[in-house]
């Protein structure tokens, strides 16, 4: 059996200094030991930790990397800690707006794994590149403290910081989607800790299917600010993975409603459409089957997020969605699936997470459940 590198996990990487960091800052780490658990979806039996300073301003020297089965809260399931090491080291120095791959480690993922990324900071690289809203608890803990089983005293952080990847070593042709897009992807909405978020129920729903969650909340399509730009960040996030075989693009809803919240120029539905078109070629060239979203409602959202929903945002949104329809060849409809038949400018009372733009874990089923439909079909 022919085996390959497959992306298995994915964080798409943020600034420490966007304006995401009003909501949850960056920071930087000096002898102190960081805990991240992450859930992995596919299956196999050697796997590759990757990490990230993309966004550092000075190298990054990260002392220890130690890979765990998750046990519960901070604590690692005995007898499963491994060393991890790059270039046969144990030190690794990670230069300013580079990502390092780990060498192979023997530990076997079955499917849906949890797994613990411990990681000792021994200096202080200044504010870390990170991902804000990783919707799971990770752990900082004074000292070096990557092979304790239990941490005592530990701080909770909310972001995940450094860590951006884990690949397994998969049987060759497995089917690999990236979902591609903004919070709602991101799983903004769902509950902290349940891994509730769209992709990762979809996972649940595609037999020998690995997926990639490639949210980043608050992200637009044309304008950068929180992430980059959909539009540049796409070849970096999506491409590079390696065994990408579908995407799923899920963006323009910032694109349409920010600018009211923000004071900033409008954006067309000529706009939103080129910036579709831009990255629907982009892996139509690389060979991914794409499947293009339309954009879920948000009307009410005024209430929680002033200036986000407006006529003439909402007039793009349709038109938007009606291009979406009649020109990308795989459509997943995600404004069909969660809006009010009731009132179709709204999202279904049973979907809202309460701020009338995020789905709740009941939405997110239903995200998946339709785009679960839609990969099937376009198989």
């Known amino acids: 059996m022919t085996t390959t590198w497959t992306a298995a996990f994915r964080s798409a990487p943020v600034s420490a200094h966007e304006s995401m960091t009003l909501i949850h800052p960056s920071r930087a780490f000096r002898d102190q030991t960081l805990r ?37 809260r901070s604590s690692i399931t005995p007898g499963t800690d491994i060393a991890v090491t790059f270039a046969g080291t144990a030190q690794v120095t990670i230069e300013a707006g580079a990502e390092v791959v780990s060498d192979p480690v023997d530990f076997a993922a079955a499917g849906k794994t949890d797994l613990v990324v411990s990681t000792y900071h021994a200096s202080d690289a ?53 979902a591609f897009g903004d919070s709602l992807t991101d ?3 769902t509950a902290h800790g349940a891994h509730h978020r769209y992709p990762d129920l ?28 959909g539009i540049a960040r796409f070849e970096r996030d999506v491409l590079a993975a390696p065994g990408v075989t579908h995407v799923v693009v899920q963006l323009g809803i910032n694109d349409i409603g920010m600018p009211g919240m923000l004071g900033l120029p409008a954006v067309s539905a000529g706009e939103l459409i080129a910036g579709l078109t831009s990255i629907n070629d982009q892996a139509g060239r690389a060979g991914l089957t794409t499947i293009v979203a339309t954009v879920s409602p948000f009307g009410g959202a005024d209430g929680v997020s002033p200036g986000f929903d407006t006529s003439d945002g909402e007039r793009t949104r349709q038109l938007v969605n009606e291009w979406i329809r009649a020109h990308c060849d795989t459509v997943a409809d995600l404004d069909h699936a969660l809006h009010d038949p009731a009132a179709p ?10 701020d ?24």
């Open 36 to 72: 991240q658990i992450v859930r992995v979806h596919g299956a196999g039996d050697r796997l590759r930790v990757r990490l990230s300073n993309q966004y550092g301003k000075q190298p990054l020297t990260i002392a220890r990397t130690h890979v765990a089965a998750h046990d519960t």
């Open 187 to 189: 799983g903004v909405g």
């Open 202 to 229: 979809l996972a649940g729903k595609l037999d020998d299917t690995f997926v990639l969650n490639l949210g980043i909340a608050g992200n637009r399509l044309l304008s950068d600010v929180f992430g980059e730009r």
């Open 126 to 178: 200044g504010l870390a590149t990170y991902h804000p809203f990783a919707l799971q608890t990770g752990y900082v803990v004074a000292g070096d403290a990557v092979s304790r089983t239990h941490l005592t005293g530990a701080e909770e952080v909310e972001p995940r910081f450094y860590l951006s990847g884990i690949d397994i070593e998969a049987p060759e042709g497995r089917q690999v989607v990236a």
């Open 356 to 379: 009338h733009i995020h789905p709740n874990d009941a939405g997110a089923e239903a995200m998946a459940d339709m785009l679960a439909r839609v990969i099937t079909t376009s198989a």
């Open 345 to 354: 400018t709204v999202l279904r009372p049973a979907y809202d997470s309460g």
